[in-house]
């Protein structure tokens, strides 16, 4: 934990896992553990393109993948929850 990265991918990856578990216990589970997958790569992706490439481009790298998880969250998962999700079907 020496880097603003390690501090700022941890973070975004302990908000996956608790997203998980809190959807784990869902009486009716509105996605697959493999959609988790994706995120989390891109979280250690994120984090090894920060620490590793410190010139501008490697940050810049680090920050856009991190941008792309948050999109994946957004779009895929459904968090926030804002209009229908998963669980409810498309509304039709």
Known sequence: METVWDWVTIICFG???VLMLQRSVEERTRDHLMEYLFPAL?????NYLGNHYLEPVGQI????VLVLVGVYVFKVLKFPPI??????????
Do not use: E, F, Y
């Not at 790298?61 to 856009?64: D, I, K, M, S």
């Not at 209009?83 to 039709?92: A, E, L, R, T, V």
């Open 83 to 92: 209009g229908p999700n998963k669980i409810d079907g498309d509304g039709h």
């Open 15 to 17: 908000g996956l896992v």
């Open 42 to 46: 891109g979280c250690a992706v994120s």
């Open 61 to 64: 790298g680090a920050g856009l």
